[in-house]
């Protein structure tokens, strides 16, 4: 997927080693006397480690890069202990990245690593991934992830409108503009993609095509940045490795841009899913279903 990363420039760089000390990360390490990026994966793109370099060999530049990978991370400084932590979750809580921030206070916990959380900043040793709560740090609360998890239908009579209808959303965000493609509830899983309207449309939208799946929304017309839509459905299939990909649009012919979305980032990946076209009338009816 392409991101922004850090560039060094080999010529510049005096081999101090001050960038090394500031990417609490572990993405650079001193190598034949000089600064070099060790692994995509641990490079988060912020750039905290430019400011420490006395002359100016380090950059920022966006080009085709792993995606970030915070477990990974954690896994490689946990063992340098509390403060180098505290140090790399208080950078993210800086560059307001929600997400990476939970999944790392997630593994901490996970791990029952002895590490006191109350010294992140803004009060944030709250904050989980499973949490549905008002977010206390920065950023937009309408985009922290959050995983609901399966919930049981209650019994209803859909035909008279009797009864309730629970909601089958697994997950919060749902925009793909907002969702991580590394997602757990996209990790594995079946993943439906669905133009805007379509939830309109459709009286049995949650009970018949959300059930168990991973949702992402998003219109073919309106939306802008839609290269970054084939970026992270292709970091679905590649990187989150989800089982199928169903497309939902309108008959409309504006809404096929999703479809084509879809197979453009299918091509790209480099590992195959089934993908399902599902085309559905203005009166929610489903006119065409095919695997592509």
């Not at 990363?5 to 500031?22: M, R, S, T, Y």
């Not at 950078?91 to 997630?106: A, M, P, R, S, Y």
């Not at 504006?254 to 091509?267: D, I, P, R």
Request: glycine share 8%.
């Amino acid at each position: 997927m392409k991101r922004t990363i850090i560039k060094i420039d080999e010529e510049l760089c005096n081999g101090c080693g001050l960038c090394v000390e500031g990417c609490h990360e572990g993405a650079l390490q001193m190598i034949d006397g000089k600064a070099r990026m060790i692994s995509d994966l641990y490079c988060d793109g912020l750039g905290a480690c430019i400011p420490e370099c006395p002359v100016g060999a380090i950059s920022l530049e966006e080009r085709e890069a792993e995606p970030y990978d915070e477990i990974k991370v954690m896994e490689r400084i946990a063992p340098k202990g509390e403060a180098t932590v505290i140090a790399h979750l208080n950078h993210l809580i800086d560059h307001d990245q929600t997400t990476f921030v939970e999944q790392g206070i997630q593994y901490i916990q996970d791990h029952k690593l002895p590490f006191d959380l109350s010294k992140l900043k803004n009060n944030t040793k709250h904050m989980h991934a499973k949490e549905q709560k008002t977010m206390n740090g920065g950023g937009c609360p309408g985009s922290k992830m959050m995983h609901f998890g399966e919930t049981p239908s209650p019994a209803s009579d859909t035909a008279t409108g009797t009864g309730s209808v629970a909601s089958e959303l697994r997950q919060w965000p749902v925009q793909l503009h907002l969702v991580n493609p590394q997602a757990p509830y996209f990790q594995h899983a079946d993943v439906l993609l669905a133009a805007d309207c379509v939830a309109f449309a459709m009286g049995d939208f949650h009970s018949k095509h959300l059930k168990g799946k991973g949702l992402a929304i998003a219109c073919p017309k309106l939306d802008q940045g839609k290269e970054r839509y084939i970026e992270k459905l292709t970091a679905m299939i590649n990187d989150a490795r989800i089982n199928t990909l169903s497309v939902m649009v309108m008959e409309v012919p504006c809404c096929t841009g999703l479809l084509q979305m879809a197979k453009m980032a299918a091509k790209k990946a480099t590992r195959k899913v089934p993908v399902k076209a599902i085309t559905v009338s203005l009166n929610g009816e489903v006119i065409n279903e095919e695997w592509m």
